[in-house]
């Protein structure tokens, strides 16, 4: 054994990375996620992990100085091709396919993306700089269904109870109802307000006052009515009369109020599990695109904790690339950042690494082509097997089964007896027809 | 509907990309490769995309000026953390993941990886700026068996035989051979002849030569035993006898003919499919870390094409990470180089997109609560379930079925009806019992 100086490995901030045990989680999780979306009828694509820089830039908004370009090492000038950079979420890489495959799809075109994304962010706790997203969206071409509005945030509370990430509030407005109500309180700088009103969970309410009726010059009254409708919510339909209350009446508002409406109702008929759907005005989500209803979603358990699922409505995904509006509903999971929390909290344990479910034993008597015909008949009926990699004492092949928690010890010879772990039991056995637990029933 | 300029959305060369119908072709690839792997017991780890740039500089020799480095586009230097580049390869990472790890795994180490790499290399048939790569090693502390230097070609083989990707020659040969021959030829620059005989399948026997007594400076009758070992191949134990023919005798040569003759006896005992398993004295793998068996192996139908699975048994992973050597075997399957080759050749072709099983139709009778009630009923047993999204003639409704490919549409009512849209026959239908074709027996 050659001694020499340990260098030591260290993680990269904001990069996550598990042991096999969490590892093995996390791909169940998105397993789970997949067949959830599938069950929907939801189809899957993947993008390149990177898109041209301008692309990037153009839609990056706030996110804009957390881009990534890419740059060889060592670069020797050769590149004369646009400069690249790592996208930094799943909508502007979807607006880009759309708009490129735009006469393969068919629609409305419902896809789901799980794929990882890339932000230069300071990290901190819920912030990552590489991160799974889990999209699912539904684009149609000019106008889209507003069955769309609650069957989106629907498979998102399912995909979530599936994995079992416990539970979530669903937080649901409409942008209508925030820019009807503040058109009829003759506001113009709505954009602006809604910047400040969507920061009512984090501040309070006094400061939310004070920003509008200052910075943003509204009468009191006016900030008043703005204040009190952010503070409306409900798990029924009661926030509609709450909101009417408040006095303005106009169309977009009155618009709104009936799409949130009908999207609790069809929620509030829907097996929501862990997940509770609330009708917030409080919310808005930030971004201009938003044009419908809005989603954002937490951890009840951890209200502090960043949202872990939002979306909402669009008027348009793809901008310039299409002659015509392409509109769509979607929504995004933010699996890492949820996934990791969890795993902190030490809501999620480690499961067994290994996959295998037999350990064929392996002594001196023993044939090793005979080993891996047993193996082979076993695996082509399903079942994971290992054979032990050196005749050995069966002591020391019985700790590495226990090591790797590997359920069943095969002891190869006629008869053939396997020997149940976790029981204890060991008993005559059939290659042909055995099977683990794991597969019976 | 708004009209405007249209900018067309491009491709970026180097980065794949496909249709709905090809990438889940390509997402069945990948879940068929990942069952194979388990099914020998081999866990999967994740790494981050990025190392630290010093990390991968240190061991990328040729591939160095294509490592792609990370920087933000619009980089206020607030970030004084060390440089960030994305993996090439998943060998780097997995060193640097075992030694961080170290504690908390169970060796033999058998692992599994299906990541994304990137190289800034020039776009060219068969070479990808982002592709996939499917490696699955093993890596022991100290020794690790010689059984391994068979599982794992096999289960390489398994993988590609279950996707079903067509005839594929696994070549083999051992380093020790190489080594042991040139030792007893009284060669010095054994890696310099390693390095021309490894281009014996690229370049004419006579070049070879003239390289070996030329620039290398071989006495002919040398460089003539150097390209005669290069050119023995046999698919059993024949490569054996005639390396032997050649006169040489050494340890470390007959070590690498008996370890080969290992090998080939238990591929040869194996079921291999469409694979062929060849004893391949000219093949070496340029890489100077493997020391014993190595593997290349090629499309049979396309010779000229580059290799799309490689790999060998290395004498130590980690290097400066830890204090005594973790010496491993493993092999890389090119998941993107091949399939975009069996793509392109017209060997694959699409499937249906849509994984969804019914469409439940939808008519101005029909209570929109009650089509959700159905659809989460059937979802329940397992069935991929769309409701059409808004009442429309059964026309329209049929038109989408066909355009997805949807097998079958569900009429609700009293009695339920379904359409087989494949056979075009209509019957009852019961949604607490009845199963698609897909879902039987």
């Not at 839609?59 to 957390?66: L, N």
């Not at 060889?72 to 607006?95: C, I, Q, S, W, Y």
């Not at 190869?412 to 637990?437: I, N, R």
Request: aromatic share 8%; charged share 30%.
């Amino acid at each position: 054994m050659q001694k020499r100086k340990i260098l030591k490995p260290k993680p990269i901030s904001g990069f996550p990375e598990y042991t096999p045990e969490i590892r093995r989680v996390e791909m169940r999780w998105i397993d789970t996620i997949r067949e959830t979306f599938e069950r929907y009828g939801y189809v899957n694509i993947e993008t390149p992990s990177v898109e041209e820089a301008e692309t990037l830039a153009a839609k990056g908004g706030d996110v804009d100085k957390e881009i990534y370009g890419l740059q060889r090492l060592n670069d020797d000038g050769e590149d004369k091709g646009a400069r690249l950079a790592l996208h930094f979420d799943l909508t502007v890489p979807t607006a880009r396919y759309v708009a490129q495959h735009f006469n393969d799809l068919t629609f409305p075109f419902k896809r789901y993306q799980i794929q990882r994304v890339w932000r230069g962010e300071r990290p901190q706790e819920g912030r990552f700089r590489e991160f799974l997203q889990c999209d699912v969206d539904v684009i149609d071409q000019d106008g889209i269904s507003h069955d769309f509005d609650a069957e989106i945030p629907l498979i998102a509370m399912q995909a979530l109870n599936a994995v079992g990430a416990g539970p979530i509030r669903f937080m649901l407005n409409n942008r209508k109802i925030l820019t009807g109500f503040y058109q009829g309180l003759g506001i113009e700088n709505a954009g602006d307000v809604i910047r400040v009103v969507d920061k009512i969970d984090k501040l309070p309410a006094a400061e939310i006052e004070r920003i509008l009726t200052g910075e943003l010059g509204l009468a009191a009254d006016i900030a008043k009515a703005c204040l009190a409708l952010a503070q409306i919510r409900s798990t029924d339909n009661r926030f509609a009369d709450e909101a009417r209350a408040l006095g303005v009446q106009n169309d977009p508002f009155e618009e709104g109020l009936t799409e949130l409406a009908a999207v609790m109702d069809r929620l509030n008929a829907s097996e929501k599990g862990a997940c509770v759907a609330e009708a917030n005005l409080g919310i808005a989500r930030g971004l201009d695109y938003y044009t419908g209803v809005v989603y954002e979603a937490q951890l009840i358990d951890y209200p502090e904790y960043s949202t872990i699922c939002a979306g909402g409505r669009y008027a348009d995904l793809v901008g310039a690339y299409i002659k015509s509006d392409l509109p769509g509903v979607g929504i995004s999971i933010g699996l890492t950042r949820l996934f990791a929390k969890l795993v902190k909290e030490g809501k999620i344990s480690g499961e067994r690494a290994s996959p295998t479910d037999v350990l064929i034993a392996r002594f001196p008597e023993n044939d090793v082509l005979a080993l891996d015909r047993l193996a082979s008949q076993l695996r082509t009926r399903g079942i994971n097997v290992e054979v032990y990699h050196e005749t050995a004492k069966l002591k020391n092949q019985f700790r590495y089964a226990e090591r790797k928690a590997i359920p069943y010890l095969w002891f190869a010879g006629d008869p053939h007896e396997v020997k149940d772990l976790g029981a204890g039991e060991q008993s005559q056995a059939d290659p042909a027809s055995w099977l683990p637990s794991r597969l019976q029933g």
